[in-house]
Protein backbone atom coordinates (compact mmCIF):
# COMPACT_ATOMS: atom_id res chain seq x y z
CA UNK A 1 0.00 0.00 0.00
CA UNK A 2 3.17 2.35 0.46
CA UNK A 3 5.31 3.58 -1.66
CA UNK A 4 8.92 3.08 -0.87
CA UNK A 5 11.98 4.80 -2.71
CA UNK A 6 15.72 5.01 -2.41
CA UNK A 7 19.02 6.93 -3.75
CA UNK A 8 22.24 6.15 -3.11
CA UNK A 9 25.05 7.30 -6.07
CA UNK A 10 27.05 10.29 -7.09
CA UNK A 11 24.33 13.12 -7.25
CA UNK A 12 21.88 15.07 -4.75
CA UNK A 13 19.42 12.51 -3.78
CA UNK A 14 16.57 14.74 -3.13
CA UNK A 15 15.45 15.26 -6.08
CA UNK A 16 15.28 11.96 -7.04
CA UNK A 17 13.62 11.22 -4.02
CA UNK A 18 10.51 13.63 -4.16
CA UNK A 19 10.32 12.61 -8.16
CA UNK A 20 9.86 9.27 -7.14
CA UNK A 21 7.41 9.69 -4.33
CA UNK A 22 5.39 11.54 -7.07
CA UNK A 23 5.38 8.54 -8.98
CA UNK A 24 4.27 6.31 -6.00
CA UNK A 25 1.61 8.52 -4.46
CA UNK A 26 -1.26 6.22 -6.66
CA UNK A 27 0.20 3.00 -4.25
CA UNK A 28 -0.67 4.98 -0.88
CA UNK A 29 -1.32 8.82 0.09
CA UNK A 30 -1.97 10.11 3.58
CA UNK A 31 1.31 11.60 4.07
CA UNK A 32 4.99 11.09 3.44
CA UNK A 33 8.65 11.63 4.52
CA UNK A 34 11.98 11.69 3.48
CA UNK A 35 15.52 11.01 5.26
CA UNK A 36 18.79 12.02 4.08
CA UNK A 37 22.11 11.30 5.24
CA UNK A 38 24.82 13.90 4.65
CA UNK A 39 27.11 14.46 7.78
CA UNK A 40 23.86 14.62 10.15
CA UNK A 41 20.30 12.28 9.17
CA UNK A 42 17.85 14.86 8.25
CA UNK A 43 14.13 13.93 8.72
CA UNK A 44 11.19 15.59 6.88
CA UNK A 45 7.89 14.06 7.48
CA UNK A 46 4.61 16.07 6.46
CA UNK A 47 0.96 14.66 6.51
CA UNK A 48 -2.11 15.47 3.20
CA UNK A 49 -0.82 14.71 -0.61
CA UNK A 50 2.32 14.99 -1.74
CA UNK A 51 0.79 18.14 -4.25
CA UNK A 52 0.31 19.31 -0.46
CA UNK A 53 3.47 19.24 1.12
CA UNK A 54 6.67 21.04 -0.14
CA UNK A 55 9.84 19.27 1.06
CA UNK A 56 12.89 21.41 1.73
CA UNK A 57 15.79 20.50 -0.07
CA UNK A 58 18.63 19.23 1.64
CA UNK A 59 22.29 18.51 0.69
CA UNK A 60 23.28 14.53 0.66
CA UNK A 61 23.98 11.53 -1.87
CA UNK A 62 21.90 8.95 0.24
CA UNK A 63 18.41 9.28 1.09
CA UNK A 64 15.15 7.00 1.80
CA UNK A 65 11.70 7.92 1.34
CA UNK A 66 8.12 6.97 2.00
CA UNK A 67 4.15 7.88 0.92
CA UNK A 68 2.04 6.14 3.73
CA UNK A 69 -1.19 4.83 3.88
CA UNK A 70 -2.31 3.81 7.24
CA UNK A 71 -2.89 0.71 8.44
CA UNK A 72 -1.20 0.58 12.33
CA UNK A 73 -1.93 3.74 13.92
CA UNK A 74 -3.20 6.87 12.48
CA UNK A 75 -2.42 9.41 9.74
CA UNK A 76 -0.12 11.71 11.92
CA UNK A 77 3.43 13.31 11.33
CA UNK A 78 4.66 10.87 14.09
CA UNK A 79 3.04 7.71 12.32
CA UNK A 80 4.37 8.90 8.95
CA UNK A 81 7.87 7.33 8.24
CA UNK A 82 11.19 7.05 7.86
CA UNK A 83 11.17 6.08 11.36
CA UNK A 84 14.49 6.61 13.38
CA UNK A 85 15.96 5.06 16.71
CA UNK A 86 16.57 6.98 19.92
CA UNK A 87 19.74 8.04 19.12
CA UNK A 88 18.53 9.27 15.71
CA UNK A 89 20.73 8.41 13.97
CA UNK A 90 19.74 4.99 11.95
CA UNK A 91 16.41 5.97 9.79
CA UNK A 92 14.28 3.21 7.65
CA UNK A 93 11.42 2.87 5.65
CA UNK A 94 8.81 -0.11 6.04
CA UNK A 95 5.91 -1.34 4.03
CA UNK A 96 4.29 -4.48 5.32
CA UNK A 97 3.08 -5.48 9.19
CA UNK A 98 5.59 -6.60 11.42
CA UNK A 99 3.36 -9.32 13.27
CA UNK A 100 5.04 -10.00 16.77
CA UNK A 101 6.21 -6.06 16.87
CA UNK A 102 4.00 -5.75 20.53
CA UNK A 103 6.30 -7.82 22.16
CA UNK A 104 9.19 -6.72 20.28
CA UNK A 105 7.95 -3.11 21.29
CA UNK A 106 7.65 -4.18 24.88
CA UNK A 107 11.10 -5.53 25.11
CA UNK A 108 12.46 -2.83 23.22
CA UNK A 109 10.60 -0.53 25.85
CA UNK A 110 12.26 -2.54 28.72
CA UNK A 111 15.57 -2.26 27.51
CA UNK A 112 15.27 1.46 27.68
CA UNK A 113 14.07 2.58 23.87
CA UNK A 114 11.52 5.30 23.98
CA UNK A 115 9.26 4.81 21.08
CA UNK A 116 7.32 7.78 18.86
CA UNK A 117 4.88 6.95 17.18
CA UNK A 118 1.74 4.10 17.37
CA UNK A 119 3.62 2.23 13.81
CA UNK A 120 4.61 -1.04 14.17
CA UNK A 121 7.33 0.06 11.80
CA UNK A 122 9.50 2.18 14.34
CA UNK A 123 10.64 -1.14 15.84
CA UNK A 124 12.89 -1.92 13.40
CA UNK A 125 14.92 0.91 13.82
CA UNK A 126 15.10 0.30 17.43
CA UNK A 127 15.70 -3.37 16.94
CA UNK A 128 18.61 -2.06 14.75
CA UNK A 129 19.79 0.08 17.24
CA UNK A 130 19.78 -2.63 19.93
CA UNK A 131 22.26 -4.57 17.92
CA UNK A 132 24.33 -2.26 17.45
CA UNK A 133 24.83 -1.13 21.22
CA UNK A 134 25.42 -5.04 21.36
CA UNK A 135 28.57 -4.56 19.06
CA UNK A 136 27.11 -5.65 15.72
CA UNK A 137 28.09 -3.50 12.60
CA UNK A 138 24.83 -1.68 10.97
CA UNK A 139 25.18 -4.58 8.52
CA UNK A 140 24.78 -7.20 10.77
CA UNK A 141 22.73 -5.29 13.24
CA UNK A 142 20.43 -5.02 10.18
CA UNK A 143 20.38 -9.12 9.36
CA UNK A 144 19.57 -9.78 13.20
CA UNK A 145 16.69 -7.73 13.21
CA UNK A 146 15.34 -9.28 10.04
CA UNK A 147 15.46 -12.29 11.62
CA UNK A 148 13.88 -11.34 14.80
CA UNK A 149 10.47 -10.09 12.37
CA UNK A 150 7.14 -12.06 11.86
CA UNK A 151 5.65 -10.96 8.84
CA UNK A 152 6.07 -9.99 5.34
CA UNK A 153 8.04 -6.99 4.59
CA UNK A 154 10.07 -3.90 2.38
CA UNK A 155 12.28 -2.61 4.32
CA UNK A 156 15.04 0.16 3.45
CA UNK A 157 17.42 1.70 5.95
CA UNK A 158 20.20 3.96 6.39
CA UNK A 159 22.21 5.29 8.99
CA UNK A 160 24.62 8.91 9.63
CA UNK A 161 28.14 8.34 8.96
CA UNK A 162 27.49 4.99 6.68
CA UNK A 163 28.07 5.27 3.09
CA UNK A 164 25.87 2.16 2.31
CA UNK A 165 21.81 2.23 1.98
CA UNK A 166 20.59 -1.55 3.35
CA UNK A 167 17.22 -2.99 2.47
CA UNK A 168 15.42 -5.99 2.46
CA UNK A 169 12.09 -8.26 1.24
CA UNK A 170 10.05 -10.92 2.44
CA UNK A 171 6.55 -12.46 1.53
CA UNK A 172 4.52 -10.89 -0.35
CA UNK A 173 5.86 -7.35 -0.40
CA UNK A 174 7.92 -6.44 -3.36
CA UNK A 175 11.32 -4.52 -4.01
CA UNK A 176 13.33 -4.14 -7.00
CA UNK A 177 16.29 -1.90 -7.50
CA UNK A 178 16.87 0.43 -10.53
CA UNK A 179 20.75 0.28 -11.90
CA UNK A 180 21.57 3.96 -13.59
CA UNK A 181 25.17 5.28 -14.34
CA UNK A 182 25.02 7.36 -11.47
CA UNK A 183 23.22 5.91 -9.18
CA UNK A 184 21.19 3.54 -7.50
CA UNK A 185 17.65 3.29 -7.00
CA UNK A 186 15.71 0.55 -4.25
CA UNK A 187 11.81 1.01 -4.67
CA UNK A 188 8.44 -0.71 -4.19
CA UNK A 189 8.04 -0.25 -7.59
CA UNK A 190 10.07 0.21 -10.98
CA UNK A 191 7.75 3.38 -11.77
CA UNK A 192 9.65 5.61 -9.44
CA UNK A 193 12.89 5.26 -10.95
CA UNK A 194 11.68 4.47 -14.65
CA UNK A 195 12.89 7.83 -15.98
CA UNK A 196 16.44 7.60 -15.44
CA UNK A 197 16.70 3.95 -15.60
CA UNK A 198 15.22 1.13 -17.26
CA UNK A 199 17.57 -1.19 -16.17
CA UNK A 200 16.31 -3.26 -13.09
CA UNK A 201 16.80 -6.10 -10.23
CA UNK A 202 13.92 -7.55 -8.72
CA UNK A 203 14.66 -9.10 -5.28
CA UNK A 204 13.24 -11.94 -4.20
CA UNK A 205 11.40 -13.18 -1.04
CA UNK A 206 14.43 -13.38 1.70
CA UNK A 207 16.86 -10.72 -0.08
CA UNK A 208 18.96 -8.78 1.85
CA UNK A 209 21.02 -6.34 -0.13
CA UNK A 210 23.38 -3.61 0.60
CA UNK A 211 24.21 -0.79 -2.11
CA UNK A 212 27.33 1.64 -1.77
CA UNK A 213 28.42 4.33 -3.11
CA UNK A 214 30.69 2.53 -5.17
CA UNK A 215 27.49 1.85 -7.45
CA UNK A 216 28.02 -2.06 -6.49
CA UNK A 217 24.81 -4.06 -4.98
CA UNK A 218 25.87 -7.16 -2.74
CA UNK A 219 22.39 -9.61 -2.23
CA UNK A 220 22.58 -11.89 0.30
CA UNK A 221 19.69 -14.33 0.50
CA UNK A 222 18.22 -15.05 4.26
CA UNK A 223 16.91 -18.35 4.01
CA UNK A 224 19.64 -19.60 1.90
CA UNK A 225 22.07 -18.18 3.83
CA UNK A 226 24.36 -17.52 1.02
CA UNK A 227 25.54 -14.33 -1.00
CA UNK A 228 23.36 -14.67 -4.22
CA UNK A 229 23.34 -12.95 -8.08
CA UNK A 230 19.93 -12.34 -9.27
CA UNK A 231 19.67 -10.98 -13.21
CA UNK A 232 20.01 -7.28 -14.32
CA UNK A 233 16.17 -6.96 -16.49
CA UNK A 234 15.29 -4.26 -18.80
CA UNK A 235 11.91 -2.48 -18.09
CA UNK A 236 9.99 -2.56 -20.71
CA UNK A 237 6.93 -0.01 -20.13
CA UNK A 238 7.39 3.47 -21.19
CA UNK A 239 7.49 7.02 -19.47
CA UNK A 240 4.07 7.94 -21.40
CA UNK A 241 2.09 5.81 -19.75
CA UNK A 242 2.91 6.98 -16.46
CA UNK A 243 1.36 10.51 -17.98
CA UNK A 244 -1.84 12.18 -18.33
CA UNK A 245 -1.06 13.04 -22.04
CA UNK A 246 -3.41 15.99 -22.55
CA UNK A 247 -6.34 14.17 -20.43
CA UNK A 248 -7.65 15.71 -16.94
CA UNK A 249 -7.54 12.21 -15.05
CA UNK A 250 -5.48 8.77 -15.66
CA UNK A 251 -8.91 7.15 -15.25
CA UNK A 252 -10.26 9.21 -18.08
CA UNK A 253 -7.02 8.49 -20.16
CA UNK A 254 -7.19 4.29 -18.91
CA UNK A 255 -10.50 3.56 -20.06
CA UNK A 256 -10.41 5.73 -23.69
CA UNK A 257 -7.28 3.02 -23.92
CA UNK A 258 -9.09 -0.19 -23.94
CA UNK A 259 -9.99 -0.52 -28.16
CA UNK A 260 -6.76 -0.72 -27.88
CA UNK A 261 -5.80 -2.86 -24.73
CA UNK A 262 -8.43 -5.57 -25.84
CA UNK A 263 -5.87 -5.69 -28.94
CA UNK A 264 -2.90 -5.83 -27.26
CA UNK A 265 -4.86 -8.48 -24.59
CA UNK A 266 -5.09 -11.04 -27.67
CA UNK A 267 -1.37 -10.85 -28.29
CA UNK A 268 -0.39 -13.83 -27.08
CA UNK A 269 2.25 -16.94 -27.91
CA UNK A 270 -0.16 -19.72 -29.07
CA UNK A 271 1.72 -22.74 -27.80
CA UNK A 272 1.26 -20.86 -24.25
CA UNK A 273 -1.97 -20.60 -24.37
CA UNK A 274 -2.65 -23.96 -25.63
CA UNK A 275 -0.62 -25.64 -22.79
CA UNK A 276 -2.94 -23.94 -20.48
CA UNK A 277 -5.94 -25.25 -21.76
CA UNK A 278 -4.19 -28.68 -21.46
CA UNK A 279 -3.46 -28.23 -18.07
CA UNK A 280 -6.86 -27.14 -17.14
CA UNK A 281 -8.28 -30.39 -19.39
CA UNK A 282 -6.14 -32.17 -17.37
CA UNK A 283 -6.66 -30.90 -14.00
CA UNK A 284 -9.34 -31.89 -10.91
CA UNK A 285 -10.90 -28.90 -9.94
CA UNK A 286 -9.80 -25.21 -11.64
CA UNK A 287 -10.40 -22.35 -9.06
CA UNK A 288 -10.59 -18.60 -10.19
CA UNK A 289 -9.53 -16.41 -7.85
CA UNK A 290 -9.11 -12.64 -7.62
CA UNK A 291 -10.17 -9.56 -5.56
CA UNK A 292 -12.39 -6.65 -5.87
CA UNK A 293 -12.22 -6.06 -10.10
CA UNK A 294 -9.95 -8.76 -10.51
CA UNK A 295 -12.64 -11.28 -9.31
CA UNK A 296 -15.27 -9.86 -11.07
CA UNK A 297 -14.01 -10.68 -14.31
CA UNK A 298 -13.10 -14.12 -12.54
CA UNK A 299 -16.67 -14.42 -12.74
CA UNK A 300 -17.81 -13.27 -16.03
CA UNK A 301 -14.88 -15.39 -16.77
CA UNK A 302 -16.86 -18.44 -15.55
CA UNK A 303 -19.94 -18.10 -17.06
CA UNK A 304 -17.90 -17.49 -20.59
CA UNK A 305 -16.52 -20.88 -19.86
CA UNK A 306 -19.45 -21.97 -19.29
CA UNK A 307 -20.98 -20.62 -22.56
CA UNK A 308 -18.45 -20.98 -24.68
CA UNK A 309 -16.11 -24.34 -23.22
CA UNK A 310 -18.52 -26.07 -21.19
CA UNK A 311 -16.40 -25.97 -18.68
CA UNK A 312 -17.25 -25.60 -14.48
CA UNK A 313 -14.91 -23.40 -12.92
CA UNK A 314 -15.10 -22.38 -8.97
CA UNK A 315 -14.82 -18.68 -8.52
CA UNK A 316 -13.73 -17.98 -5.32
CA UNK A 317 -12.45 -14.44 -3.78
CA UNK A 318 -8.32 -14.82 -2.92
CA UNK A 319 -9.62 -13.39 0.32
CA UNK A 320 -11.96 -16.69 0.92
CA UNK A 321 -9.76 -18.79 -0.62
CA UNK A 322 -8.15 -20.48 2.64
CA UNK A 323 -11.41 -22.08 3.09
CA UNK A 324 -11.09 -24.48 -0.04
CA UNK A 325 -7.96 -25.13 0.56
CA UNK A 326 -8.59 -28.72 2.20
CA UNK A 327 -9.94 -29.30 -1.30
CA UNK A 328 -6.99 -28.74 -3.67
CA UNK A 329 -4.45 -31.45 -4.55
CA UNK A 330 -1.25 -31.22 -6.97
CA UNK A 331 -3.36 -32.28 -9.95
CA UNK A 332 -5.73 -28.90 -9.33
CA UNK A 333 -5.40 -25.90 -11.22
CA UNK A 334 -5.83 -21.87 -9.40
CA UNK A 335 -5.80 -19.49 -12.45
CA UNK A 336 -5.00 -15.89 -10.19
CA UNK A 337 -5.74 -12.88 -11.36
CA UNK A 338 -4.40 -9.37 -10.67
CA UNK A 339 -3.64 -6.39 -12.22
CA UNK A 340 -0.46 -5.37 -10.15
CA UNK A 341 0.70 -9.07 -9.28
CA UNK A 342 0.86 -7.78 -5.58
CA UNK A 343 -2.29 -8.45 -3.76
CA UNK A 344 -1.64 -9.89 -0.84
CA UNK A 345 -4.50 -11.85 -0.79
CA UNK A 346 -3.82 -12.88 -3.76
CA UNK A 347 -0.45 -13.90 -2.85
CA UNK A 348 -1.40 -15.93 0.52
CA UNK A 349 -4.09 -18.17 -1.94
CA UNK A 350 -1.75 -18.74 -4.36
CA UNK A 351 1.25 -19.83 -1.79
CA UNK A 352 -1.63 -22.23 -0.03
CA UNK A 353 -1.64 -23.68 -3.91
CA UNK A 354 1.76 -24.16 -4.63
CA UNK A 355 1.80 -25.60 -0.67
CA UNK A 356 -0.93 -28.48 -2.00
CA UNK A 357 1.22 -28.99 -5.30
CA UNK A 358 -1.54 -27.51 -7.06
CA UNK A 359 -0.59 -25.96 -10.72
CA UNK A 360 -1.27 -21.76 -10.58
CA UNK A 361 -1.49 -19.96 -13.55
CA UNK A 362 -0.60 -15.91 -13.50
CA UNK A 363 -3.28 -13.25 -15.50
CA UNK A 364 -1.58 -10.63 -14.78
CA UNK A 365 -0.47 -6.78 -15.79
CA UNK A 366 2.83 -5.60 -13.96
CA UNK A 367 6.06 -6.98 -15.50
CA UNK A 368 8.32 -8.29 -12.40
CA UNK A 369 5.78 -8.16 -10.21
CA UNK A 370 5.67 -11.36 -7.43
CA UNK A 371 3.05 -13.03 -9.16
CA UNK A 372 4.72 -13.37 -12.21
CA UNK A 373 7.70 -15.15 -11.00
CA UNK A 374 5.13 -17.36 -8.45
CA UNK A 375 3.09 -18.64 -11.34
CA UNK A 376 3.84 -21.99 -13.38
CA UNK A 377 2.73 -20.06 -16.38
CA UNK A 378 1.87 -16.77 -16.99
CA UNK A 379 -0.51 -14.71 -19.54
CA UNK A 380 0.41 -11.09 -19.30
CA UNK A 381 -2.96 -8.34 -19.79
CA UNK A 382 0.14 -6.22 -21.48
CA UNK A 383 -2.32 -3.69 -20.89
CA UNK A 384 0.63 -0.67 -19.59
CA UNK A 385 0.82 0.81 -16.55
CA UNK A 386 -2.71 1.69 -15.07
CA UNK A 387 -2.53 4.76 -12.48
CA UNK A 388 -5.47 5.46 -11.53
CA UNK A 389 -6.95 3.30 -8.25
CA UNK A 390 -10.28 2.37 -9.84
CA UNK A 391 -9.21 -1.12 -12.73
CA UNK A 392 -10.78 0.08 -16.49
CA UNK A 393 -8.83 -1.45 -19.10
CA UNK A 394 -7.09 -4.03 -17.01
CA UNK A 395 -10.40 -5.35 -15.96
CA UNK A 396 -11.42 -5.58 -20.03
CA UNK A 397 -8.49 -7.15 -20.73
CA UNK A 398 -8.48 -9.88 -17.65
CA UNK A 399 -12.06 -10.56 -19.93
CA UNK A 400 -10.78 -10.91 -22.60
CA UNK A 401 -7.77 -13.20 -21.80
CA UNK A 402 -10.44 -15.62 -20.36
CA UNK A 403 -12.34 -15.53 -22.91
CA UNK A 404 -9.52 -16.48 -24.80
CA UNK A 405 -8.94 -19.33 -22.83
CA UNK A 406 -12.33 -20.30 -23.14
CA UNK A 407 -12.38 -20.33 -27.29
CA UNK A 408 -9.48 -22.41 -26.69
CA UNK A 409 -10.46 -24.66 -24.52
CA UNK A 410 -13.54 -25.24 -26.90
CA UNK A 411 -11.07 -25.37 -30.05
CA UNK A 412 -12.39 -22.45 -31.55
CA UNK A 413 -9.02 -20.12 -31.09
CA UNK A 414 -8.91 -18.50 -34.10
CA UNK A 415 -12.31 -17.55 -34.22
CA UNK A 416 -12.53 -16.37 -30.62
CA UNK A 417 -9.25 -14.09 -31.59
CA UNK A 418 -11.46 -12.37 -34.36
CA UNK A 419 -14.51 -11.95 -32.30
CA UNK A 420 -11.89 -10.36 -30.24
CA UNK A 421 -10.02 -8.61 -32.64
CA UNK A 422 -13.48 -7.02 -33.50
CA UNK A 423 -14.52 -5.25 -30.72
CA UNK A 424 -12.21 -2.97 -31.63
CA UNK A 425 -14.58 0.03 -32.97
CA UNK A 426 -17.32 -0.73 -30.66
CA UNK A 427 -15.06 0.04 -27.69
CA UNK A 428 -13.75 2.84 -29.60
CA UNK A 429 -17.40 4.33 -30.38
CA UNK A 430 -18.14 3.54 -26.29
CA UNK A 431 -15.42 5.90 -25.21
CA UNK A 432 -15.88 8.48 -27.69
CA UNK A 433 -16.50 12.22 -26.71
CA UNK A 434 -20.53 11.83 -27.82
CA UNK A 435 -20.76 9.12 -25.60
CA UNK A 436 -19.18 11.12 -22.90
CA UNK A 437 -21.46 13.90 -23.21
CA UNK A 438 -24.78 11.66 -23.41
CA UNK A 439 -23.04 10.15 -20.10
CA UNK A 440 -22.59 13.55 -18.04
CA UNK A 441 -26.28 14.02 -18.86
CA UNK A 442 -27.07 10.87 -16.83
CA UNK A 443 -25.01 11.74 -14.37
CA UNK A 444 -26.41 15.30 -13.68
CA UNK A 445 -29.59 12.97 -12.90
CA UNK A 446 -27.66 10.75 -10.64
CA UNK A 447 -24.74 12.61 -8.98
CA UNK A 448 -26.87 13.54 -5.71
CA UNK A 449 -28.64 10.22 -5.33
CA UNK A 450 -27.90 8.49 -1.91
CA UNK A 451 -28.49 4.83 -3.69
CA UNK A 452 -28.38 3.46 -7.44
CA UNK A 453 -29.35 -0.34 -8.22
CA UNK A 454 -28.03 -2.43 -10.42
CA UNK A 455 -29.35 -5.25 -11.77
CA UNK A 456 -28.11 -8.00 -14.34
CA UNK A 457 -28.51 -12.00 -14.83
CA UNK A 458 -25.55 -14.43 -15.62
CA UNK A 459 -22.65 -12.54 -17.80
CA UNK A 460 -24.54 -9.63 -17.18
CA UNK A 461 -24.98 -10.03 -13.02
CA UNK A 462 -21.27 -9.71 -13.05
CA UNK A 463 -21.21 -6.64 -14.64
CA UNK A 464 -23.50 -5.26 -12.48
CA UNK A 465 -20.87 -6.33 -9.86
CA UNK A 466 -18.28 -4.59 -11.52
CA UNK A 467 -20.10 -1.05 -12.18
CA UNK A 468 -21.28 -1.18 -8.55
CA UNK A 469 -17.73 -1.21 -7.57
CA UNK A 470 -16.83 1.69 -9.96
CA UNK A 471 -19.67 3.89 -9.13
CA UNK A 472 -19.52 3.65 -5.51
CA UNK A 473 -15.14 3.77 -5.90
CA UNK A 474 -15.16 7.12 -7.86
CA UNK A 475 -17.98 8.98 -6.42
CA UNK A 476 -19.26 7.51 -3.02
CA UNK A 477 -22.80 6.97 -3.59
CA UNK A 478 -23.96 3.70 -2.42
CA UNK A 479 -24.01 1.69 -5.38
CA UNK A 480 -25.53 -1.72 -5.32
CA UNK A 481 -25.74 -5.21 -7.61
CA UNK A 482 -28.49 -7.78 -7.33
CA UNK A 483 -28.89 -10.56 -9.84
CA UNK A 484 -32.37 -9.86 -11.29
CA UNK A 485 -34.16 -13.29 -9.53
CA UNK A 486 -32.78 -12.16 -6.83
CA UNK A 487 -35.07 -8.91 -6.09
CA UNK A 488 -37.93 -10.64 -4.95
CA UNK A 489 -35.89 -12.15 -2.09
CA UNK A 490 -35.28 -9.15 -0.31
CA UNK A 491 -33.78 -6.07 -2.37
CA UNK A 492 -37.27 -5.18 -4.06
CA UNK A 493 -37.81 -3.40 -0.43
CA UNK A 494 -35.32 -0.67 -1.03
CA UNK A 495 -37.10 0.74 -4.38
CA UNK A 496 -39.08 3.69 -3.94
CA UNK A 497 -40.14 6.37 -5.98
CA UNK A 498 -37.05 7.53 -8.65
CA UNK A 499 -35.05 5.05 -7.08
CA UNK A 500 -32.31 5.10 -10.01
CA UNK A 501 -31.68 0.97 -11.07
CA UNK A 502 -29.16 0.27 -14.11
CA UNK A 503 -30.67 -3.04 -15.99
CA UNK A 504 -28.18 -4.81 -17.63
CA UNK A 505 -30.06 -6.53 -20.87
CA UNK A 506 -28.53 -9.35 -23.34
CA UNK A 507 -30.46 -10.93 -25.89
CA UNK A 508 -30.16 -14.01 -24.41
CA UNK A 509 -32.25 -13.49 -21.47
CA UNK A 510 -33.60 -10.33 -22.56
CA UNK A 511 -37.75 -11.20 -21.59
CA UNK A 512 -36.59 -12.27 -18.00
CA UNK A 513 -34.56 -9.23 -17.23
CA UNK A 514 -36.85 -6.82 -18.44
CA UNK A 515 -39.95 -8.17 -16.06
CA UNK A 516 -37.23 -7.99 -13.82
CA UNK A 517 -37.41 -3.83 -14.41
CA UNK A 518 -40.98 -3.97 -14.54
CA UNK A 519 -40.83 -5.50 -11.26
CA UNK A 520 -38.64 -2.29 -9.87
CA UNK A 521 -40.54 0.14 -12.32
CA UNK A 522 -44.08 -0.44 -11.20
CA UNK A 523 -42.70 0.22 -7.48
CA UNK A 524 -41.27 3.61 -8.58
CA UNK A 525 -37.69 3.08 -9.54
CA UNK A 526 -36.15 4.89 -12.84
CA UNK A 527 -34.71 2.52 -14.96
CA UNK A 528 -31.69 3.13 -17.01
CA UNK A 529 -31.28 0.44 -19.90
CA UNK A 530 -27.46 -0.75 -21.02
CA UNK A 531 -29.27 -2.48 -23.85
CA UNK A 532 -28.53 -3.21 -27.63
CA UNK A 533 -32.02 -1.49 -28.13
CA UNK A 534 -34.79 0.82 -26.55
CA UNK A 535 -37.08 -0.39 -24.46
CA UNK A 536 -40.47 0.76 -23.29
CA UNK A 537 -39.65 0.53 -19.34
CA UNK A 538 -36.43 2.79 -20.03
CA UNK A 539 -36.58 6.15 -18.63
CA UNK A 540 -32.98 6.24 -19.97
CA UNK A 541 -31.16 4.46 -22.61
CA UNK A 542 -27.45 3.69 -22.89
CA UNK A 543 -26.69 1.73 -26.35
CA UNK A 544 -24.24 -1.12 -26.46
CA UNK A 545 -24.16 -3.26 -29.03
CA UNK A 546 -25.04 -7.37 -28.90
CA UNK A 547 -21.50 -8.87 -28.17
CA UNK A 548 -23.05 -12.05 -26.72
CA UNK A 549 -20.86 -14.36 -24.58
CA UNK A 550 -18.22 -10.94 -24.85
CA UNK A 551 -21.08 -8.64 -23.79
CA UNK A 552 -19.16 -7.93 -20.55
CA UNK A 553 -16.45 -6.64 -22.40
CA UNK A 554 -18.27 -3.90 -24.11
CA UNK A 555 -21.78 -3.57 -21.51
CA UNK A 556 -18.67 -1.99 -18.93
CA UNK A 557 -17.09 0.76 -20.34
CA UNK A 558 -20.39 3.08 -20.44
CA UNK A 559 -20.60 2.28 -16.45
CA UNK A 560 -16.68 3.26 -15.90
CA UNK A 561 -17.19 6.45 -18.15
CA UNK A 562 -20.94 6.82 -16.16
CA UNK A 563 -18.52 6.24 -12.73
CA UNK A 564 -15.53 8.90 -14.07
CA UNK A 565 -18.48 11.74 -14.38
CA UNK A 566 -20.33 11.12 -11.06
CA UNK A 567 -16.33 11.50 -9.68
CA UNK A 568 -16.06 14.77 -11.67
CA UNK A 569 -19.69 16.42 -11.25
CA UNK A 570 -19.22 15.59 -7.01
CA UNK A 571 -15.99 17.51 -7.46
CA UNK A 572 -13.66 14.39 -6.33
CA UNK A 573 -10.06 13.39 -7.67
CA UNK A 574 -11.65 9.81 -9.69
CA UNK A 575 -7.54 8.88 -9.20
CA UNK A 576 -6.99 9.19 -5.89
CA UNK A 577 -10.44 7.64 -3.74
CA UNK A 578 -10.17 8.27 -0.28
CA UNK A 579 -9.00 5.54 1.94
CA UNK A 580 -8.16 3.33 -1.21
CA UNK A 581 -4.95 2.51 -2.63
CA UNK A 582 -3.73 0.73 -5.93
CA UNK A 583 -2.15 -2.10 -4.62
CA UNK A 584 -3.32 -3.68 -1.65
CA UNK A 585 -0.13 -5.79 -0.25
CA UNK A 586 -1.86 -6.22 3.20
CA UNK A 587 -4.07 -8.98 3.74
O1 LIG B 1 -4.07 -5.66 -8.46
P1 LIG B 1 -5.30 -6.52 -8.30
O2 LIG B 1 -6.01 -6.76 -9.57
O3 LIG B 1 -5.00 -7.79 -7.57
O4 LIG B 1 -6.24 -5.67 -7.37
C1 LIG B 1 -7.44 -6.20 -6.88
C2 LIG B 1 -8.32 -5.13 -6.32
O5 LIG B 1 -7.69 -4.49 -5.25
C3 LIG B 1 -8.70 -4.10 -7.38
O6 LIG B 1 -9.34 -4.69 -8.47
C4 LIG B 1 -9.63 -3.04 -6.77
O7 LIG B 1 -10.87 -3.62 -6.46
C5 LIG B 1 -9.77 -1.86 -7.72
N1 LIG B 1 -9.73 -0.66 -6.95
C6 LIG B 1 -11.02 -1.89 -8.52
O8 LIG B 1 -11.26 -0.73 -9.24
Known amino acids: MCGIIGYIGLKQAFPYL ?8 YRGYDSAGIALCADELRIQKAVGKLSEISFEAGEGTIGIAHTRWATHGKVSIENAHPHTDCGNEIAIVHNGIVENYRE ?5 IENGHTFRSETDSETIAHLIEEFMKRGFEFEDAFRNALRLLEGSYTILAIRKGERKLLGARKGSRSLCIGIAADGIFPSSDVLAFLEWTDKVIYLRSGDVFVA ?20 VDCITCSTEDAKKCGFDHFMLKELSEQDETVLRAIQQEEEGVRSICDTMRHAFGTFFIGCGS ?39 LVLAISQSGETADVLDAVNAAKRRGSTVVGIVNREGSILTRESDALLMMNSGLELCVLSTKTYTSQVVLMAMLAYALADKYEEGLKKLGGLYLDIFNLTSRSMRDYLEQLAELLYDKDHIYLIGRELQYATALEAALKIKEVSYIHAEAFAGGELKHGPLA ?9 VFVAAENKAKILSNAEEIKSRGGYIIGVAPEREAIFDFWIKVPEAEEL ?36 S
Open 104 to 108: LKACL
Open 212 to 231: DDNQTVRIYNMAEGRAVTRP
Open 294 to 332: SYHACLAGSYIFSKIAKVHVNTVLASEFEHYEDFLTDNT
Open 551 to 586: NPIIQIIPMQVLAYELAVLRGLDPDKPRNLAKSVTV
Open 18 to 25: VGGLEQLE
Open 494 to 502: LIEEGTPCI
